[in-house]
């Protein structure tokens, strides 16, 4: 079944990788990936965990994935720069999709911003 262009299964496909994303232990976000992946932000997404496991602020969580959007863009920058400069080892797709993924992290992450923003203002303006 196709819906509005895309495959069902390609749609269920995405579905289980994010849900195996999400459940990706905190530490495991912290390490170096290389992709600047935004996997981990809420942490493992399981209400029902037992207590003793360690859980991850949001500020320590928000901070993580910042540091990422940053490597993600230094990287792009230092592989642009590399290409410009003539390095063999480094091909224009793969300095094209660095750049890119620097660029979605980064959108990805103002959006975030901006909903934290309109967040802070709809409990400022809440009735006490």
Not at 93 to 119: E, G, H, P, W, Y
């Amino acid at each position: 079944m196709h819906i509005g262009g895309i495959d069902s299964s390609r749609i269920e496909a995405m579905m289980a990788q994010l849900k195996a994303a999400a459940n990706k232990p905190a530490a495991g976000a912290s390490a170096a990936d290389g992709a600047g992946s935004v996997a981990g932000i809420g942490g493992p997404g399981n209400a029902a965990r037992p207590e003793s496991a360690s859980r991850v602020s949001f500020s320590d969580a928000l901070k993580a994935q910042l540091d990422n959007v940053s490597k993600a863009q230094v990287q792009a920058d230092q592989m642009g720069e590399r290409f410009a400069a003539g390095d063999d080892k480094v091909s224009l797709s793969d300095t094209m999709i660095a750049m890119q993924k620097a660029s979605i992290s980064f959108q990805a992450t103002v959006q975030v911003r901006n909903k934290l923003v309109s967040a802070y203002h709809d409990i400022m303006n809440m009735q006490v």
